[in-house]
């Protein structure tokens, strides 16, 4: 009888265990960072010897625990992990260079547009130099090439400022990823094996993991008890419960450094901010690119005034000054009267007639197109990389969650299950029970 006894008790803490875990998988079906949990039962065995001459007794006496079991897989988290990281620097490389080709604004009120309209304004000139309507409008059409040429660098100076601050705020979410990395080291050193407070810890090292991966291509290394170690480029980052922190600079053209514990590191290959960095770097050459450009467009039209000479017969002064770069071109003079159209002691028209040479192959028309050009391509290429990323990670997360999610339909079946055979386990306690009250009616 108490064979029995003890054997239905065993059953019904064991199954009661594993209808607990059970609810607390249903609980946490829809939360993405959860892996599933299994209570891993096996035969409560008995070993007994009374003679040596004899091999032991062997029994089974019921059902024990053994702890639980998260449904997990190192590979499939690392290729999450992996493809993650792709995924989250395709979207960032993908949305920054969006902004950039907004910033150079090649439409109706950008540069190119405004470039056209002074070439066509001068071929009108040209047929009536003495036109003041027409000489106004050429002035008024350079002043508006030029401040479409301030804008776009205004806008990627400001594009630049943002893509250092967004570095900041993710190197910011690095450093702290790590600090709480390195706290559940800690607590994974002292937590029991196949405990709930372990498989709790894992789920939170795991979710740390990703935030670290998304960023930037660290190395992980696994030890014991499922301890987690960073590091990356040769420094350490998260190491026996010790953080180092990660830092960002900003240089004054715009391009970000990196560096550990105040150590120099190599740029990151992979995540957001390697993403921020080829895009902060391909901010830079667009905006050396602009300041080239408006330095050509001021040194092609103050060349073009300098040939010609005013209709008071004057020497063509500089219309255009660009030497603080795109964002400070400027008009110096807006007066009709120091337009030189005229060529020295020839026809009025005669300088006004060579404008239209500065539209050559290296004109600072074609110049324009080549950057928005340039510009274009590299977004589609971005936008290209973020689709194919995103298939990528998709197939990496499936195949990880049919492993490790919660399927409520296999929880239900798992529940009907362990619901019967706590109800058996009830049975034989009850049946024990009977019998004892039988042996005692006997007497």
Do not use: C
Not at 218 to 233: E, L, P, Q, R
Not at 293 to 316: I, M, P, R, Y
């Amino acid at each position: 009888m108490t064979d029995m006894y003890s054997i239905g008790t065993s059953g019904i803490r064991a199954y009661q265990r594993a209808l607990s875990t059970i609810s607390i998988n249903i609980s946490n079906a829809e939360n993405p960072n959860y892996v599933r949990r299994n209570m891993r039962l096996g035969e409560l065995t008995a070993t007994a010897g009374f003679n040596p001459y004899y091999l032991n007794q062997f029994g089974l006496g019921g059902v024990e625990t053994n702890g639980l079991v998260r449904s997990s897989d190192p590979f499939l988290e690392a290729n999450v992990r992996l493809t993650g990281a792709a995924l989250y620097g395709a979207e960032t490389r993908s949305r920054w260079m969006g902004n950039a080709e907004t910033a150079l604004g090649d439409n109706d009120h950008g540069v190119g547009t405004k470039l056209t309209q002074v070439f066509a304004v001068a071929e009108q000139l040209a047929s009536t130099p003495f036109s003041t309507v027409l000489r106004n409008q050429f002035i008024s059409d350079i002043d508006e090439a030029v401040s479409a040429i301030n804008r776009a660098a205004n806008d990627l100076a400001t594009l630049s400022g943002q893509i250092s601050g967004t570095a900041q705020k993710e190197v910011t979410t690095f450093n702290q990823a790590a600090e709480n990395l390195a706290k559940i080291n800690l607590s994974l050193r002292t937590a029991t094996d196949g405990s709930a407070k372990q498989a709790a810890l894992l789920d939170q090292r795991d979710t740390a993991l990703a935030v670290l991966s998304e960023r930037m291509d660290v190395t992980i290394s696994f030890a014991d008890k499922g301890v987690a170690n960073i590091s990356y480029d040769g420094q350490s980052i998260v190491d026996i419960g010790q953080t180092n922190s990660l830092s960002v600079a900003t240089q004054a053209n715009g391009s970000l450094d990196f560096s550990v514990n105040g150590t120099a590191v190599s740029a990151p290959a992979r995540g957001s901010l390697a993403a921020l960095a080829s895009s902060a770097n391909t901010t830079v050459q667009r905006r050396a690119e602009l300041d080239s450009l408006a330095s050509q467009f001021a040194a092609d039209v103050n060349a073009w005034q300098a040939a010609g000479e005013t209709n008071a017969g004057t020497a063509g002064t500089p219309l255009l000054n660009a030497t603080g770069g795109a964002s400070s071109l400027a008009m110096v003079t807006r007066d009709p009267a120091d337009l030189a159209l005229a060529t020295p002691g020839g026809a009025a028209n005669g300088n006004i007639v060579n404008f239209s040479a500065l539209r050559g192959p290296n004109g600072v028309e074609q110049v324009w197109t080549n950057i928005v050009g340039a510009q274009a391509i590299v977004t589609a290429a971005a936008q290209s990389e973020n689709a194919a990323a995103k298939a990528q990670y998709e197939a990496a997360r499936e195949a990880r969650d049919n492993l490790s999610s919660v399927d409520l339909d296999r929880e239900a079946a798992d529940l009907l299950r362990f619901q019967e055979a706590y109800n058996a386990s009830s049975r034989v306690i009850q049946v024990a029970r009977e019998n004892m009250q039988s042996i005692l009616a006997l007497f």
